[in-house]
């Protein structure tokens, strides 16, 4: 079990971990290209002269056929001026307003830029040609209470290729299985503050990973679109669905508000204050050098940002388009939520063993994660591993005992194996030292020696007489770790790890140190 959950159990009522945003993406991947629509156009016995006025025919029969099905259960029809209305907003009202419990909530259209076809005379060549461009052209949204989903949205473009969006959330899914199952929970908005039974809700949760995902969006794509078959039965054509961006989130249900609203500050100035790059690279999957500095091949930029919301504060760390961050998500009279997550969009990162694709037969390999849904069970892994990395983190916030007595403990003399062994200045000469046993990249496998020999010798030497004198300057730094009980052995190898006591002394010491006059004072006061 992660360590802040071990270590808040007390206080902790609950945890959920699963998904909680899922954003996919269908594709007719035959007509994503200039030459597949060609093929499409052939096959429809359409000339290019005539390419404009067929596609516009094609346009307008998806159009009324979604309108015609919207009217047809009674559900309003809405054109928004601006694509950046809210509009899950208005669709939500509408729902309240009528009383939707099942079925198509609201259809809304609006122009957004898409990229689609068009027919260019080539005059090099002297011949038309189908090219692709980018323009603007009518999207629709349709907002569902689906049966299995509950509250959704799904759009399609609706000129050519015809790509779909379908947006989900995980957490209003299992409010629905729990509904099946007769769970009784209590919740606000996204989160769950309390469930009658914790292990019963995350069993439901965890049978979401095995979705057969390519059937579920088949059916949301059929009413998204109630004419497909007929648009394309000369030239049949189905949707290669692919994850586009995926939330991750651990709640953790706390007993009592009081307990979260004094916790959550302290883990916000940790998270600010203390993770540094390297920790959020690793946490996100991307590689760290073994000295701990970041790859010079890394052309992204690591960015944490602070939000203060109407429900609370929100601290995020983002690396390019993937991110973590963490939550004071609700605070209710039956239990108060913490919610760490993680968010991928980018899986260019992470690797899944898996056959190359298209070859059934071949061996497998550590590949990279794809988009499509094939990888989704990786993706839910590596999502999972992320949130929990990040929260893990944050485990050794929140002790009581002051950093005085922390560094009272640790400059005091030791006797270890029947020897003295001095005390440690941690402020001192030690320092480097702490900064080096602590770095992200040992967190999950240790060091050994010749590791902190590279941190403070820099390059390897040839000579054997110098390797010696090395090797026994960072036996001595180990054993003064170790006597101080900062590090223990990994038994059977010749790593070493931070063990309890020293991630908390090194950890609480380092942000006091990195904490400004402004950030103390108040606290002070």
Known sequence: MNKFIMKHRDEITGVLSGFDRLVFRGWLRALSYPDGMGHYLWANDVRLV??????????????????????????????????????????????ARDGINDGLVCLLSC??????????????????????????CLFLYQY?????????????????????????????????????????????????????????????????????WPQRLDRIARQLNPIHREMFRAFPVRYYWTTYQTEWAIDVA??????????????????????????????????????????????????????????????????DSNSVKLYDKAFTVVGSVLRAEATLQDTSGFRVYRRKEGDRTGQKAWRVLRRGVADFPRRAAVSERAAERYLEALAWVDDEMTVQDLLARLSRPREWKGRRVRALDPLGQDRALLEAVCRGEFTLNGFRNRDLQAVFFGEP?????????????????????????????????????????????????????????????????
């Open 254 to 319: 706390f007993r009592r508000a009081a307990v979260l609203r004094r916790l959550f500050p302290q883990l916000v100035h940790y998270a600010m204050t203390v993770l540094q790059s390297q920790d959020i690279l690793r946490y996100l999957g991307r590689p760290v050098r073994m000295d701990g500095e970041v790859p010079k091949h890394f052309r992204g930029e690591v960015v944490t940002d602070l939000k203060v919301r109407e429900e609370g504060m929100r601290v995020k760390h983002r690396v």
């Open 461 to 525: 030497v040839d000579e054997v007489r110098e390797k010696r004198r090395r090797s026994a300057s960072i036996s001595r730094k180990l054993r003064l770790l170790r006597a101080h009980g900062v590090i223990r052995k990994v038994v059977g190898t010749y790593r070493y790890q931070l063990t309890e006591t020293g991630q908390r002394a090194v950890s609480a010491i380092f942000a006091a140190l990195r904490a400004t006059v402004r950030d103390l004072l108040p606290k002070a006061s």
């Open 50 to 95: 005539d390419f404009g006025t067929h596609v516009q025919q094609v346009s307008e029969r998806l159009k009324e056929a979604v309108r015609a099905h919207a009217a047809a259960v009674g559900r309003p029809v809405h054109y928004l001026p601006s694509a950046g209305d809210d509009k899950e907003a208005l669709a939500r009202a509408i729902a």
């Open 111 to 136: 122009l957004e830029p898409c990229r689609t076809f068009e027919i260019y005379r080539n005059r090099e060549v002297h011949r038309l040609e189908v090219v692709s461009r980018i323009r603007k």
């Open 144 to 212: 569902w209470m689906h049966p299995e989903f509950g509250f959704l949205h799904a759009r399609i473009q609706t000129w050519f290729p015809f790509p779909i969006q379908i947006c989900l959330n995980g957490r209003e899914w299992l409010a629905r299985q729990m509904d099946r199952a007769g769970l009784q929970y209590v919740r606000r908005d996204n989160c769950f503050s309390w469930v009658a039974d914790w292990e019963q809700a995350q069993r439901l949760l965890d049978a979401q990973r095995r979705t057969p």
